[in-house]
């Protein structure tokens, strides 16, 4: 008698405790920058999941391609938006530059625009020096504004004026909490995922950016086959703001893991070196 009734009740627990688990579950978004070069390892992330989300570099050789295998296999795609960094690096193709006039700036972002299909937001590609200048995304956000979009920022600089430009116009703006593949060691892109999942954990929420580097795709297989309970993978338009009811609100800036953060859970030998990651970690234009 008391069996019959004990294992029902432990299956009762046993569901509502994954009910509740899912109800608290801290949510994850990965996107993937970078993409229209490299077939190959690009349909290998887009396989993994359709909740990551794909930023395709307009004038990439296989932009339209990869944009329409991505969204037909149902994950999201973004217009990765070349824009200029503060470094000399080779330059793709139109980018952006902050003196350049709001004539330019319309022809390249709607150039980008038709040749990332399906595309519902923008992300920066570099743009240290584009994001760091307030009149320069003013003339992006402008043009943007026309679109039913968001924009992502990718923040290759700490200075990022994005969420000030995107205020001006009511684009809807996320922030990049963490990168993947800085390094392109599986041991440290694990390490930056555990960085993700513990930022998700505190926060609610992470957005974490990455490339489609053999070692990453090696890396998000694994990590996304054993992704702890309390971790869900979602896609990027589901951490946006709700709409924005209130004519005033402006989008808040999305909290950075501070030093501390990254220091916290790390052995005293590790910490002097991830304060030198750290502060390098603060312009990164590789993105
Ligand atoms: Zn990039």
New binding site residues.
Partial sequence: MIKVIFWPIIGLLTVLGMVLNMAHAAQLAIVI??FGYRQHNEMAIINLSDNITV?V?PNATHAQQIATYAHEHGNEVII?LPMAPMGKQPLEKDTLFPDMSQTEIDRIVTDAVNKVPYAIGVNN??GSLMTASLSGMDKVMLTLSQYDFFFLDSRTINTSKVPQAAATYHMPVLSRNIFLDDSMKEADIAAQFELAINFARKHGHAIAIGHPYPATVNVLTQKLAQLPADITLVKLSQLLPLPLSLPHSLPQPTPQPTLGDILGGLKTDSAALFAEWFIQAQSLDK?
């Fill in positions: 920058d970078d930023a570099l990765h590609h570099m993105y």
